[in-house]
């Protein structure tokens, strides 16, 4: 008897867990630290500011990226895609076997899936994009080589 | 003979085209007009910028959506979720069956699949925030019933 009620205690208190489970959380300002770009995905001084809370990252990797001047990301492709708001300066994108193009404060780029590119700031200017790439099977970006000198310097 | 020269020159510029059709979309700045939110989704002033480009809106719905102090939206949910950045002042987001919580310049807010819950500025302060609601079978939200001056004003 005593074991039952413990049982049914315990199932009640699961039950009221799960009635007052939060659905919805937040994640507060300047508890989660800036990440510094790696140096096998980036060339020059990135810093990404990952924004998610809850299990968010199941859906969308979000984050907001500072180029230093100079500095981009590897080559690379998305799965589904990336969506970039750039949010200051002004920078470059680039798809493989196209020209590079410029991109400004309130541009928005879309990058469709499989589309091997890079962007980054340009030469003498540094840029701020928000970056949302979609998920697929717990993956957003299949990343390549480094963009070279040579590559990031052509026209 | 020439209409056979006359097909294989469209196919060959069809080919072409296939091969150069851009893999990258940019939606300029200040092109896409603000959206004010509608009455029948929103309390107050509601101002939307839609940011997309190519076909990004298959995959998410992305939009830097400024209240005025007081606005809010209506009552909804999202089949996927939905991640709300706050880019400046502060407001409330509230899960129906519990408290309204504060949020702030820099937090960042995760809303689960199915919760109903609505989001706005707080009484006497604007908010904005980017708001990314993943999409499912072509759609990103479930509008409900406006929030009422009662429940806006409870705790």
Same mark, same amino acid.
């Given at each position: 008897?005593?074991?039952?009620?413990? %049982? $049914? @205690?315990? *199932?009640?208190?699961? +039950?009221?867990?799960?009635?007052?489970?939060?659905?919805?959380?937040?994640?507060? /300002?300047?508890?989660?630290?800036?990440?510094?770009?790696?140096?096998?995905?980036?060339?020059?001084?990135?810093?990404?500011?990952?924004? %998610? $809370? @809850?299990? *968010?990252?199941?859906? +969308?990797?979000?984050?907001?990226?500072?180029?230093?001047?100079?500095?981009?990301? /590897?080559?690379?492709?998305?799965?589904?895609?990336?969506?970039?708001?750039?949010?200051?300066?002004?920078?470059?994108?680039?798809?493989?076997?196209?020209?590079?193009?410029?991109?400004?404060?309130?541009?928005?780029?879309?990058?469709?899936?499989?589309?091997?590119?890079?962007?980054?700031?340009?030469?003498?200017?540094?840029?701020?994009?928000?970056?949302?790439?979609?998920?697929?099977?717990?993956?957003?970006?299949?990343?390549?080589?480094?963009?070279?000198?040579?590559?990031?310097?052509?026209?």
């Amino acid at each position: 008897m005593r074991k039952n009620l413990a %049982a $049914a @205690g315990a *199932s009640l208190l699961m +039950g009221a867990t799960v009635a007052h489970a939060q659905g919805i959380q937040i994640a507060p /300002a300047g508890m989660t630290p800036t990440i510094l770009g790696a140096a096998q995905n980036f060339n020059g001084h990135v810093a990404v500011d990952i924004k %998610a $809370a @809850g299990d *968010s990252g199941k859906h +969308g990797s979000v984050g907001m990226v500072d180029f230093a001047p100079g500095a981009r990301t /590897a080559w690379h492709t998305h799965p589904v895609g990336q969506l970039l708001v750039v949010t200051s300066g002004n920078g470059w994108v680039q798809e493989e076997g196209r020209l590079r193009r410029e991109i400004r404060v309130g541009d928005v780029v879309w990058i469709e899936a499989g589309v091997k590119h890079w962007h980054g700031a340009a030469r003498t200017n540094g840029m701020r994009h928000l970056a949302i790439a979609y998920v697929q099977d717990g993956k957003s970006a299949d990343w390549k080589e480094l963009v070279s000198d040579e590559q990031y310097n052509a026209r």
